[in-house]
């Protein structure tokens, strides 16, 4: 092998240094610039940790009292705080806040993380320079070099801003909201009041083990899925058949119908929901109303609130979602029947098939399948709809059997009760992390059927 | 689209055309036209009801009419003198622009370069916002709740607004990837032979062309806000911050249903601009939710 000119350091010689001290590889590979660049991180990274922990000469160093930035944080994570609050002759002191310890730890760790990524760069960068100088590469000054990979950068600066956004307001919260299913922060163990420690997999065995709690999710997450599927279904055949009605020849004005029928799905959805947990009100609402007037009933209906008739309460809430929904479909399946061709039909009608025939083997396959997609979202869409339930029928009408559910919650108010109005944290916590694994695995089972991912 | 236009021109043509019907297809007529009109009373009776109600004198539910005798106005004015409901207005505005903008820039470019870029981290790119999108906005808010809550954070519209945009990124970069990666590459190439900057390319080329997305997302985005529930009534606390959606929940949880007919008037106006831009905008809208399923 062709030694280089400058003595010819072996190449793990200015990895290691860059490995040690950021950017000292680059400097032995006599390129100050990039020296400085990578330094200026590494400089970064004890500044901050300096600069916002408590050291000095002689001390008794400890990560609670001592720790910066990343070490104080890093503790916290895995302790959730030793010092809880205590009263004292001089008052009360002040203990540690095991959730903003694990907030901080986590905003660390994610920031270590970034900066290894810089780390990691500089140590291939030091070793690969190396490598290609002994074997005879000119040598490029840090001035060419940041200059291509800035050329070569326009996407991540681009992307930058988005990416920082969805790390702070997405996968932060994700990765507490993950990290809280492991602890035992719930209304009786608040903070700063209470530490909050790690628990392991004790809140996942409650939810499976305890029975009143495994009643209480097997009973909503089955209504869930009897929710979500008659709920796709009814809005899909409902929204076919009018479209199909609507493309008929014989309709007059078409349009008008059209617009009409649209309208539900144009109104926002808290207003009509509202608006039909008004007209089903029990005790004042005008439909119980309307139906003793006729005579239907002798007394008023509690559609949402009388325990005895949970079916009515779900039946009823399917029935108002169908109004919601349909329109939606319609519209969409109207779309497809526009570009069903003329000579299909003629086709079959050539070959002697009725309309019914015609329906049931050109209209109803073609449609299939544009609109199949998205039955899959929708039934996702469904499974967490919150909207409908929570303004409907707030989850009633109450259910003895369950914990802090009705007869009419969906995993997902039920997940909304148990976090707003009973502050149960971590159970909250666990619920979410089942409805990710059941909602992500439906999700990736229909893109792997997609083309989508293919053409990743 | 232009497949859409023609077809349902040629389908009103045939109409005309149509010979005079024998009495077996004017029975079927009469009854596809009685169908029609059940369905559209059913749709349009709770409407009725409700817009009915905003004009009813008196204040409870019992008082609420579809069509009522001595219709007033008062509701309307009390809901902006002795509600709130102006202030909840101002903030559902200012989230919703907040949020429109951020959320069109900001996906337009990131769905841009993840279509037109080949770069390192692509892929691993796409497929996280592909599962982050499949992560609830709720389960997030949850945890969105429990940070901002400790830090103090809570309470701020603009913090909701930003929340909301994060929330709804992954979602919208995947559908204007997928709008960007139908249209034309050839004019990009074009313009990159003649000397244009990638910066340039996505101004003058291909942002124009984006526009059916770029209109269906800025909709999206923009009622969105004045629906929302979970998010503000998780992040926003004080009287004086709350959203049209949150006060108008408010204002029907009262149990004796005494404010009824003024949460009517409330509802109407909260409703008539945004089913108005609807039912203007649904060519749009339905393109761009079949769009999303196509490519998500």
Redesign the interface.
């Known amino acids: 092998m062709r030694t280089a000119h400058k003595g010819g350091l072996p190449a793990p010689v200015p990895g290691l240094a860059s490995a040690l001290v950021w950017g000292a590889g680059q400097l032995l590979n006599r390129q100050a610039g990039k020296a400085a660049f990578f330094f200026a991180f590494f400089a970064a990274l004890i500044g901050w940790e300096i600069g916002t922990g408590n050291y000095y000469a002689g001390m008794d160093y400890d990560a609670r009292g001592n720790g910066g930035f990343f070490v104080k944080g890093l503790w916290g994570l895995f302790t959730l705080g030793t010092q809880p609050r205590q009263m004292t002759v001089t008052g009360l002191t002040d203990g540690d806040n095991s959730i903003v310890l694990m907030a901080n730890g986590l905003i660390a760790l994610l920031t270590l993380a970034l900066l290894a990524i810089v780390w990691v760069w500089s140590i291939r960068d030091a070793l690969g320079h190396r490598r290609a100088r002994n074997a005879g590469a000119p040598h490029e000054t840090s001035r060419a070099y940041f200059k291509r990979v800035w050329e070569g950068a326009f996407a991540y600066i681009v992307l930058s801003p988005g990416l920082v956004l969805i790390v702070f307001m997405s996968v932060l919260p994700v990765l507490f909201g993950i990290l809280v299913a492991f602890t035992d922060y719930n209304r009786d163990n608040l903070p700063p009041k209470n530490l909050v420690n790690w628990v392991g997999f004790e809140n996942f065995a409650t939810v499976f083990a305890v029975p009143s709690w495994t009643a209480t999710f097997l009973g909503v997450l089955g209504w869930t899925f009897v929710w979500a599927v008659v709920a796709t279904a009814t809005t899909y055949a409902a929204g076919f058949l009018q479209a199909v009605l609507l493309a008929n020849r014989k309709v007059r004005f078409p349009r008008v119908w059209r617009s009409v029928f649209l309208l539900p799905w144009a109104v926002p959805g808290i207003v009509s929901a509202l608006v039909f947990r008004s007209m089903f009100n029990g005790q004042f609402g005008p439909i119980s109303q309307w139906l003793m007037d006729i005579g239907l009933t002798d007394e008023r209906v509690y559609w949402f609130t009388d325990p005895s008739h949970p079916n009515l309460a779900r039946g009823v809430a399917l029935l108002v979602n169908l109004w919601l929904g349909f329109p939606f479909f319609m519209a969409l399946v109207g779309g497809v029947l526009t570009n069903i061709p003329d000579s299909y039909y003629e086709a079959a009608r050539m070959d002697g098939a009725g309309p019914l025939q015609q329906l049931r083997h050109i209209t109803f396959p073609v449609v299939h399948r544009t609109v199949s997609p998205l039955l899959i979202l929708a039934f996702v869409s469904n499974f967490n709809n919150f909207g409908v339930i929570y303004f409907l029928t707030q989850g009633g009408p109450d259910n003895a059997d369950y914990r802090f559910a009705g007869s009419t919650d969906l995993l997902i108010t039920w997940l909304f009760n148990l976090t707003l109005d009973n502050r149960l944290y971590n159970i909250g916590a666990v619920m979410s992390m089942l409805i990710f694994v059941i909602v992500g695995t439906i999700s990736v089972w229909n893109l792997n059927r997609s083309k989508a991912i293919r053409e990743l | 689209m232009t497949?859409?236009l023609d077809?349902?021109a040629?389908?009103r043509a045939?109409?005309k055309r149509?010979p005079a019907?024998p009495r077996g297809?004017r029975l079927?007529?009469a009854f596809?036209?009685l169908?029609?009109l059940v369905?559209?009373i059913?749709?349009?009776f709770?409407?009725l009801?409700?817009v009915g109600a905003s004009f009813s004198p008196g204040d409870?539910?019992?008082d609420?009419e579809p069509v009522p005798d001595g219709a007033t106005l008062d509701h309307y004015v009390s809901l902006f003198t002795e509600t709130d409901y102006g202030r909840w207005y101002l903030n559902s505005l200012y989230v919703a622009v907040l949020n429109t903008v951020g959320s069109v820039v900001?996906?337009a470019?990131?769905g841009?370069?993840f279509s037109r870029?080949r770069?390192k981290g692509?892929?691993a790119?796409?497929?996280g916002?592909?599962?982050?999108q499949?992560?609830?906005t709720?389960?997030?808010?949850?945890?969105?709740?429990?940070?901002f809550l400790?830090?103090g954070l809570l309470d701020s519209l603009t913090g909701l607004a930003?929340?909301s945009?994060?929330?709804a990124?992954?979602y919208n970069?995947w559908l204007m990837k997928?709008y960007t990666?139908n249209l034309p590459a050839s004019l990009d190439e074009a313009a990159a032979i003649d000397g244009a900057s990638?910066?340039t390319i996505f101004v003058k080329i291909v942002l124009p062309l984006m526009r059916p997305m770029l209109t269906f997302v800025a909709i999206t985005q923009f009622?969105m806000p004045?629906?929302d529930?979970?998010l503000p009534?998780?992040l926003l606390q004080s009287p004086e911050k709350q959203t049209v959606?949150l006060g108008?929940?408010a204002m029907?949880e009262d149990v004796y249903?005494n404010a009824?007919t003024t949460?009517a008037a409330g509802?109407v106006i909260?409703?008539v601009p945004?089913?108005?831009?609807?039912?203007v905008l649904?060519r749009y809208l339905?393109?761009g939710?079949?769009a999303?399923?196509?490519?998500?």
């Open positions: 497949a859409t077809a349902t040629r389908a045939a109409r149509r019907a297809e079927a007529s596809l036209h169908e029609l369905v559209a059913i749709v349009v709770p409407l009801w409700i409870g539910l019992m609420a900001l996906s470019l990131c841009y370069v870029i770069f692509r892929k790119g796409l497929l916002i592909l599962i982050l499949m992560f609830p709720f389960l997030t808010a949850i945890a969105v709740y429990m940070l400790n830090f930003l929340v945009i994060a929330a990124l992954p970069t997928g990666d990638r910066w009622t004045w629906m529930f979970i009534a998780l959606a108008l929940f029907i249903q009824f949460f509802a909260l409703a945004i089913t108005v831009l609807y039912i649904q339905v393109t939710a079949s999303g399923a196509e490519k998500g």
